[in-house]
């Protein structure tokens, strides 16, 4: 019986989480789980599942969750999430929920030498130096990737050195705007961008994906996660999302991953690795049905926040936080309606011109720097665009 921890459990990836441990219950057990505001969903999982510890990052959230009743215990606050990683007894942290609220909770869990699926790729944009620190002291705790592509990218390296991979080939679907003209995108509602055409997910990596910084900050997750410089990261625009993601060999050479686009997979392959469950409940990929996949280079005029997360990521530093923060609120303006599609790049670009650069950053100046940041951009959106 391998003991979860499932941070973001009433997301998307929490609920696709959910549903595999129902199926496999008799090799998973949940033993806290967390949620922003969801109260009652996380509620009525708990009762399900009989998990004893829930969270509830948000404080009126969990005021109003007084009003409910549950056998779990429940906590607030950033502090008491941190005790639980650290004291609890669990055998692998679903770090699913969205934004760089993830880093504190992950480097936490290293430190008690946990085993973490990892999805939420913010968390490695922001504090990917310091996750690499930590886990070089921490040689016990290891983090599997869950996002598709980093997952397909882990697969394909099982058993091959380190010295022979000349390139990783980040695939990417596009996007609901591959085909729109520059003219067209000035006029993109945030309904056309929730809508993807391969996967369904949250609302903010959803658009992420529609502006193509969702594939930015996978370079800067596979930076860290594989050890690689930004120049053997390569970043191919494949709309039907098959072949998940490919490692190129110094003799030329390439091994891809591939199978239909369903976020199940990557993440039962976390949960199970270094084995793999039986799945026989998934639509299966049928080769002869297929037809012919597409590979094209990505466009970076129309698409400029994937040239920002490369000009960041090499940047290094303090660059990438800058560039998380920023997205983050620009997405959440665009979301609110207060700001264009078009805009959410270029109070990117703002942003990374505005803030020098800080050398080597530690936790505190990374959080210092993640919240000048967004104080920025939300008090100055309007002067700047
Ligand atoms: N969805 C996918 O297919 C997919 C694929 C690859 C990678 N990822 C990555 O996985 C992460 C989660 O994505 P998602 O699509 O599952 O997002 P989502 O559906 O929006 O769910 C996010 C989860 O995080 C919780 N959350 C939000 N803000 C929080 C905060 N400040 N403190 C604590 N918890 C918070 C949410 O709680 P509430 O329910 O209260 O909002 C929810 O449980 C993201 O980093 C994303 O980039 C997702």
Redesign the pocket.
Known sequence: MKKIVI??????????TIALIRKFSKQYQIVGA??????S??FNIADELDIPYL????DP?YKSSKKLSTKAKVESSMTSLLEFLANADYDLLI?????N??LLPVLEAIKANKTIAL?????LVSGGHLVQELLKKHPKSSILP????HSAIFQCLRGESKKEVKNIWLTASGGSFRNKSLEDMKSISVKDALTHPN????????I?SSSMM?KG?EVIEARWLFDCKFDQIKVVVHPQSIIHSAVEFQDNSFIAQMGQPD?TV?ISFALSYPNRNTLNHLKPLDLTTLGSLQFEAPDLTRFPCLKLAFLAGKTGHSAPTVLNAANEVAVDLFLKQKIQFLDIPKLIKNSLSHFKVYKSPNLDKILEIDNETRIYIRNNYEDIL
């Open positions: 941070l973001g459990a009433t997301g998307s990836i929490g609920d696709s967390a949620t922003n505001t969801s109260v969903k996380l969270h509830i990052m948000d959230a770090a699913a929920m969205v934004g609220i993830g999805a939420n790729k913010e968390t869950v996002d598709s592509e996967w369904d997910m949250g609302a903010k990596i959803t992420d969702n900050l976020m990557p």
